[in-house]
């Protein structure tokens, strides 16, 4: 299994988009085979800044999720929205 933790800040006018099109996405998401889950989160004092919990069952699951309409139409749509680039950092369970 992988684990990625996608961070987000988000622009502040664009925070219920992003939630609502991030939302979306994970419930595609975990229609794939190789997600096992797939949350989003909020931070609790700062409203903009969001993490994607992205686990996957192989290390091969990840780059195919990439290549899904619905992940190609999430990162379009909320490219303009965030107040710097993405960042993510990979794990695996212990």
């Keep these: ?32 085979p190789g997600v096992v889950r797939f949350d989003v989160i909020q931070e609790r004092d700062d409203p903009t800044r969001f993490v994607l919990i992205e686990v996957y069952r192989t290390p091969e699951d990840h780059p195919k999720h990439r290549e899904t309409a619905h992940y190609l139409a999430w990162r379009d749509t909320v490219a303009d929205m965030m107040a710097e680039p993405r960042s993510a950092t990979h794990y695996i369970p212990c």
Excluded: G, R, T, W
């Design 1 to 32: 299994m992988v684990v990625m933790l996608v961070y987000v800040h988000v622009k502040p006018e664009c925070v219920e988009d992003f939630k609502a099109a991030s939302i979306e996405n994970a419930k595609n998401s975990l229609q794939e």
